[in-house]
């Protein structure tokens, strides 16, 4: 059972390039999430999805964009990437709202 | 709004010594509690959690126990081990007036344990 995977792990962009995030769950999760982590600090929610074709902002949506046209995947696209934006990215998923959420490793990007 | 403050790290013990990490928290209705572990180069995973008040929740030698009066859902283990060297996250899901789709997360708290 592979649970959340991501891809890439790791990613050096230039400013101004753009690329997608990719995040899959094989739970059959109804509930999907992007969240960043800035070295040393907690987590902060992009986007996330209650279901396939809603997607919702969280508190820091602005310079990324989502879709969720299946259940499975959830990618995250960066457009005209920006220093600011070098963090590491995890997804994750749940069955339900409130329920545990797990965890994808993580993708550790740099923006220079 | 709901919200959770858990104490500022780093945290640094020897190895065998008693651990508490303190968490509160604001919530305006029934929220769920949770404490997650983040371990060097990983993702969160659930440690354990709580979803009534007075219960406990435990899980690889860690309890914390969901108080209701104090708002409270501190964070223990008896004899810490150096392999418990991570990054402690309390959260919250409110599940009143469907506010339950997101998990609130504390800051972090950052445990270093010395052998």
């Known amino acids: 059972n592979a649970g959340v995977t991501q891809t890439p792990k790791f990613r050096i962009l230039k400013i101004g390039q753009s690329m997608t995030l990719q995040c899959t769950q094989d739970?059959?999760?109804?509930?999907m999430y992007w969240y960043r982590q800035d070295p040393g600090m907690g987590l902060k929610l992009i986007y996330y999805?209650?279901?396939?074709?809603?997607?919702d902002k969280g508190e820091v949506p602005n310079g990324y964009n989502v879709s969720r046209s299946t259940t499975e995947d959830f990618p995250l696209r960066l457009e005209l990437a920006a220093p600011s934006q070098t963090s590491v990215y995890f997804c994750?998923?749940?069955?339900?709202?409130?329920?545990?959420?797990?965890f994808g490793p993580g993708t550790r990007l740099t923006v220079l | 709004g709901d919200s959770v403050t858990q104490m500022e790290g780093p945290v640094t013990l020897s190895e065998e010594a008693f651990l508490t990490i303190n968490c509160t928290y604001t919530?305006?209705?029934?929220?769920?509690l949770f404490w997650y572990v983040q371990y060097p180069g990983e993702g969160l995973q659930l440690l354990l959690k709580?979803?009534?008040?007075?219960d406990k929740g435990s899980n690889k030698g860690f309890e914390a126990t969901y108080r209701k009066e104090t708002t409270s859902f501190h964070l223990e283990k008896g004899s810490v081990q150096v392999s418990d060297s991570a990054v402690y996250f309390c959260?919250?899901?409110?599940?009143?007036?469907?506010?339950?789709?997101?998990?609130?997360f504390g800051k972090g708290t950052r445990l270093h344990i010395l052998p």
């Open positions: 739970m059959n999760h109804n509930y």
């Open positions: 709580a979803t009534k008040a007075d």
């Open positions: 994750a998923s749940s069955l339900a709202g409130g329920n545990t959420q797990y």
């Open positions: 959260a919250l899901s409110d599940r009143a007036m469907n506010r339950d789709d997101k998990i609130i």
């Open positions: 919530a305006t209705g029934y929220p769920s």
């Open positions: 999805s209650v279901g396939a074709g809603i997607t």
